[in-house]
């Protein structure tokens, strides 16, 4: 049987709907790609200036690490320099202080007493002598006790020469230093 289309106008409908319908796919996917597009290039402007802005942060970083080994190399020699002055310093005061016992040595020491050996360490003081009585150390004892700048006495060894009287007395005496002067 033939078979004939008694109403034409639903397939001209028919084909204008599916016109639109591929044309409505068409402008769907011709927006899809500009918005795409627009958005890589988005994007894309947005990667290259943080590109931009990390160079300009890198060329500031190695200004700054330039600066920062200049002051390394001036604390360097200024550490260098403190410990130069340090040490002359400790030299001035070293012999200062060596003068500054001699002198109250001088002060402490009664006529009678014979220095033998002094020495110092730190502010520790060695003091080996003769003495022609027992009362010559006992006032050695109390002028150092006496003195700004030594303090706490102690008699660390004693010896006689002999038991006759007017034998020389050997003693050892050690004392500190005090920070006075």
Known sequence: MIQVNLLPWRE???????????RNIGVSVGL??????????????ILNKQIHRSEVINIEITA?????????????????????????IGIKKQSFLSV????????VVPEGVDILNLRYEGKKVFLVGEAAS??????????IKAS??????????????????????????TFALLDRG
């Open 134 to 143: 027992n009362t010559m150390i006992t006032q050695l004892m109390k002028n």
């Open 32 to 45: 899809a790609l500009l918005v795409l597009v627009m958005l890589h290039q988005h994007y894309k402007s």
């Open 64 to 88: 700054e690490s330039k600066i920062v080994d200049q002051l390394k190399g001036k604390i360097k020699l200024s550490k260098e320099n403190y410990n130069k002055l340090s040490f002359i």
């Open 100 to 107: 500054r016992v001699l002198n109250e040595m001088i002060k």
């Open 148 to 173: 700004e700048f030594f303090s706490n006495p102690t008699l660390s060894g004693f010896s006689v020469s002999s038991q006759v009287a007017g034998a020389e007395r050997t003693f050892q005496i």
């Open 12 to 22: 001209k409908r028919r084909k204008k709907i599916l016109l639109i319908f591929y």
